[in-house]
């Protein structure tokens, strides 16, 4: 038998034990096989014929990379009970919403009472996680388990800041390599791969960043968030980019809906300013290069943001070679010291940083400018393009900024984008702060 302290960490959680153990564990302990009839306990995925082992044995490779399990292996879950203490004052923000911050944060928390869904639709730096803060603290009065998620990590760093500064709630952060040690909590910060080590665990889950990849392209995470959500919970989607399922989910009626054109500082998101280019790959234009300077010599950071990884390398080696005295680093998604790049950035320890769309939410820095190489290729999406404009005018000191994107020719998606964004600050003058 398990003590009661090792207990806790069954709570709404699919912990995973080899099947000749699992006859010390407690009776209170829900005990499944890993794989049954052919489908994977956790992740829901068909077992294919290949997925095989040495004598027999049978594993999932769908979700090997949170832990192999396989047909020798059981999952082992013990029901929510919500057991946390008492909080009175769990937020101790001291800033103040705006008219429309406060108007969008009471119907979250009108949502939360009605036990409803709910979507916040608004623009980058609209101050989404700040709308958060009055549902959150009366979810965390209430007792209820939360979970806050988003498919990318870094959107995840930058929201432990926010809350770590926020509340004074015992949390966790999971995440592909994380530093937690797992353990029970009322609130988990975690990317939403992480959720499928949960099963009817959370009373309130937050999907930040609901349309980014690659969450929106994955049924498989989409199945393990509402696997982690209790019966009757409910989910706050929160995106600044409404792509078909979530078009489709307020068609349907499926989610209450609140809706913010304006940044907290009540400017327009800066829009795209296109300009033609030919064969960057080969030379980087003098025209981009200029640019660069000219936002060194004022002062100005920046993002390049790049179509592929090697792309990076290849617009470093160029402007070194020219020396033009630029101080630029190069970071992507495998980056083994990316965190480390992007807080150089911040520190103003360099000019500017190349990436790929790994940047292209979620992450703040104030006062830069943002230049897009390629952005007539595939991976600059419309929502993607949206969302990179979103990194320029994140201060009240500095509300705008240059988004210029280099193309050879005007596709539909930066057109799109473009008619968006003016979509979005057209509607903005109607609203007053």
Same mark, same amino acid.
């Given at each position: 038998?398990?003590?009661?302290?090792?207990?806790?960490?069954?709570?709404?959680?699919?912990?995973?034990?080899?099947?000749?153990?699992?006859?010390?564990?407690?009776?209170?302990?829900?005990?499944?096989?890993? &794989?049954?009839?052919?489908?994977?306990?956790?992740?829901?995925?068909?077992?294919?014929?290949?997925?095989?082992?040495?004598?027999?044995?049978?594993?999932?490779?769908?979700?090997?990379?949170?832990?192999?399990?396989?047909?020798?292996?059981?999952? %082992?879950? &013990?029901?929510?009970?919500?057991?946390?203490?008492?909080?009175?004052?769990?937020?101790?923000?001291?800033?103040?919403?705006?008219?429309?911050?406060?108007?969008?944060?009471?119907?979250? &928390?009108?949502?939360?009472?009605?036990?409803?869904?709910?979507?916040?639709?608004?623009?980058?730096?609209?101050? $989404?996680?700040?709308?958060?803060?009055?549902?959150?603290?009366?979810?965390?009065?209430?007792?209820?388990?939360?979970?806050?998620?988003?498919?990318?990590?870094?959107?995840?760093?930058?929201?432990?800041?926010?809350? $770590?500064?926020?509340?004074?709630?015992?949390?966790?952060?999971?995440?592909?390599?994380?530093?937690?040690?797992?353990?029970?909590?009322?609130?988990?910060?975690?990317?939403?791969?992480?959720?499928?080590?949960?099963?009817?665990?959370?009373?309130?889950?937050?999907?930040?960043?609901?349309?980014?990849?690659?969450?929106?392209?994955?049924?498989?995470?989409?199945?393990?968030?509402?696997?982690?959500?209790?019966?009757?919970?409910?989910?706050?989607?929160?995106?600044?980019?409404?792509?078909?399922?979530?078009?489709?989910? &307020?068609?349907?009626?499926?989610?209450?809906?609140?809706?913010?054109?304006?940044?907290?500082?009540?400017?327009?998101?800066?829009?795209?300013?296109?300009?033609?280019?030919?064969?960057?790959?080969?030379?980087?234009?003098?025209?981009?290069?200029?640019?660069?300077?000219?936002?060194?010599?004022?002062?100005?950071?920046?993002?390049?943001?790049?179509?592929?990884?090697?792309?990076?390398?290849?617009?470093?080696?160029?402007?070194?070679?020219? $020396?033009?005295?630029?101080?630029?680093?190069?970071?992507?998604?495998?980056?083994?010291?990316?965190?480390?790049?992007?807080?150089?950035?911040?520190?103003?320890?360099?000019?500017?940083?190349?990436?790929?769309?790994?940047?292209?939410?979620?992450?703040?820095?104030?006062?830069?400018? %943002?230049?897009?190489?390629?952005?007539?290729?595939?991976?600059?999406?419309?929502?993607?393009?949206?969302?990179?404009?979103?990194?320029?005018?994140?201060?009240?000191?500095?509300?705008?900024?240059?988004?210029?994107?280099?193309?050879?020719?005007?596709?539909?998606?930066?057109?799109?984008?473009?008619?968006?964004?003016?979509?979005?600050?057209?509607?903005?003058?109607?609203?007053?702060?």
């Amino acid at each position: 038998m398990v003590d009661n302290q090792d207990k806790s960490i069954l709570y709404g959680r699919l912990a995973v034990y080899r099947t000749e153990d699992c006859h010390r564990l407690t009776k209170k302990a829900s005990i499944i096989p890993a &794989i049954d009839n052919g489908y994977c306990g956790r992740c829901q995925s068909k077992i294919l014929m290949h997925w095989q082992l040495p004598g027999d044995e049978k594993y999932c490779w769908q979700c090997a990379n949170m832990g192999r399990i396989t047909t020798k292996h059981c999952l %082992v879950t &013990i029901e929510e009970p919500n057991d946390f203490e008492t909080i009175v004052n769990p937020c101790t923000w001291q800033g103040k919403l705006t008219s429309l911050q406060q108007q969008v944060s009471d119907e979250q &928390i009108k949502a939360l009472k009605e036990g409803k869904s709910h979507l916040t639709y608004a623009v980058t730096s609209a101050g $989404k996680t700040e709308m958060l803060f009055p549902m959150l603290t009366l979810a965390i009065k209430q007792k209820k388990r939360i979970a806050i998620v988003s498919p990318r990590i870094d959107v995840i760093l930058e929201l432990k800041i926010r809350i $770590k500064a926020a509340f004074n709630v015992p949390f966790i952060v999971l995440f592909g390599g994380t530093e937690d040690e797992y353990r029970y909590t009322q609130l988990i910060l975690a990317t939403t791969h992480q959720l499928m080590k949960f099963k009817q665990a959370f009373d309130v889950i937050v999907l930040d960043e609901a349309d980014a990849f690659p969450y929106e392209n994955s049924q498989l995470l989409v199945t393990s968030v509402y696997q982690a959500l209790k019966k009757n919970g409910i989910i706050f989607f929160l995106t600044a980019t409404l792509n078909t399922t979530l078009k489709k989910m &307020i068609k349907r009626q499926e989610v209450l809906l609140s809706t913010l054109p304006l940044r907290f500082h009540g400017q327009p998101l800066p829009n795209l300013s296109v300009q033609r280019v030919n064969k960057w790959r080969k030379r980087l234009p003098i025209r981009v290069v200029r640019q660069m300077i000219h936002l060194k010599n004022k002062s100005i950071k920046f993002l390049v943001f790049v179509p592929q990884v090697k792309d990076i390398e290849n617009v470093i080696n160029q402007i070194k070679n020219k $020396k033009y005295g630029l101080k630029i680093l190069g970071t992507y998604a495998a980056d083994a010291t990316r965190l480390e790049k992007v807080q150089a950035m911040r520190d103003g320890l360099i000019d500017g940083l190349v990436t790929t769309t790994i940047l292209e939410r979620g992450v703040t820095f104030l006062g830069i400018d %943002v230049l897009i190489l390629g952005g007539d290729e595939p991976v600059f999406s419309t929502a993607t393009l949206i969302q990179i404009a979103g990194r320029c005018g994140r201060s009240a000191d500095r509300p705008n900024g240059l988004v210029r994107v280099y193309v050879q020719e005007k596709t539909k998606q930066v057109v799109d984008a473009i008619a968006e964004i003016h979509y979005l600050n057209n509607l903005g003058k109607h609203y007053e702060m």
